[in-house]
């Protein structure tokens, strides 16, 4: 098969699409033929060579992907040869077959395009497993969502809305700003003209959850935008690893801080990806199917423009995700 590889970190012109061995299903794996994968900012950290793949999975990018399924693992149960699938990966996305655990594979929806589902797996199951098996949004509550532009923000506006909190967001460009807004944001905050906690405070109250891909640079004032009884939730590092928490500020508030990863979770077990699969297509793939949560794409290329691909996404004007399509 052909696969987009990199001989040694670096920029996107590392990428080449080149010939490399068959992946074969082990027990309880399923074999996918790939229709389209899309980029994700992990993909870009392991190309410059600062985030390898968890022990045991794939050297080639890609943490999700769309397609049908070629091969069955001894024991994989669930799935049919034929069937039209999207998968959560630990990598290998960026080829022509991929493996993966059984447990990680989900239909794709009713009215979703099969390219589309491709850019559903990793904003799915990291915004439901955050915002909802953790921080427990429910109606009501309002939310601050950082990155609102982008794959996951644009996915969480959407589920947040859905589900009836009130979403307040930024993003760092007015055509961003501007999409938030049609996806349901009520308030949305030029993170670089204006201070989220002055635009959360002027709704008279605090936020109850935050999501937040910024990690240290946003840690304190994360912190002072928190309602009482508020939570913090950290899924990304994009402004630095270490930061200076005050805790007073934090018990005054009865607040909490959590941080999580999606990809170096077990495949089963407590915390395991099975369980964040399972609730995401029973509880979520609903609201896919009528409408409510809808796919934001903003560009798809062919997989062999995928260093094109990756370039787009710190783009000012790029909406959501962007689908590689394999076949």
């Not at 495949?267 to 964040?276: D, F, N, Q």
């Not at 062999?304 to 004007?317: F, K, M, R």
């Amino acid at each position: 098969m052909r696969a987009i590889t990199y001989s040694t970190p670096g920029g996107p012109e590392v990428l080449a699409w080149t010939e490399v061995p068959d992946p074969s299903p082990g027990p309880g794996e399923v074999l996918i033929e790939v229709a389209a994968t899309a980029v994700n900012r992990a993909d870009i950290v392991q190309r410059r060579g600062y985030y390898p793949p968890p022990p045991g999975a794939s050297d080639i990018l890609g943490l999700e992907c769309s397609g049908t399924v070629a091969a069955l693992g001894e024991g994989a149960e669930g799935w049919s040869v034929g069937d039209r699938v999207c998968a959560l990966l630990a990598g290998g996305g960026y080829a022509e077959l991929v493996t993966a655990p059984a447990t990680q594979l989900l239909p794709v929806p009713d009215g979703v395009d099969l390219h589309a589902a491709a850019a559903l797996p990793e904003v799915a199951c990291t915004v439901w497993s955050n915002l909802v098996m953790i921080g427990g949004m429910r109606a009501g509550q309002l939310v601050l969502i950082h990155g609102g532009g982008g794959g996951i923000g644009t996915h969480a506006i959407q589920v947040a809305v859905a589900l009836g909190a009130t979403v307040v967001t930024t993003a760092g460009s007015a055509g961003k700003l501007a999409a938030c807004r049609e996806l349901g944001a009520a308030v949305t905050v030029n993170y670089k003209e204006e201070d989220f906690v002055t635009a959360v405070a002027a709704t008279g109250r605090g936020a109850d959850l935050i999501l937040d891909n910024m990690g240290a640079a946003y840690l304190g004032r994360n912190i002072d935008a928190l309602a009482m009884d508020g939570q913090l939730c950290v899924i990304g590092m994009q402004g630095g690893r270490v930061g200076e928490l005050d805790l007073g500020t934090l018990v005054a508030k009865r607040g909490r801080v959590f941080a999580t990863g999606l990809r170096g979770r077990p495949a089963t077990g407590p915390s395991g990806k099975a369980e964040i699969v399972s609730a995401v297509t029973e509880q979520l793939w609903p609201m896919i199917a009528d409408g409510r949560v809808r796919p934001v794409v903003h560009t798809e290329l062919p997989i062999t423009d995928a260093a094109a691909g990756q370039l787009l996404l710190d783009s000012p004007v790029t909406v959501g995700k962007v689908v590689l399509a394999v076949r």
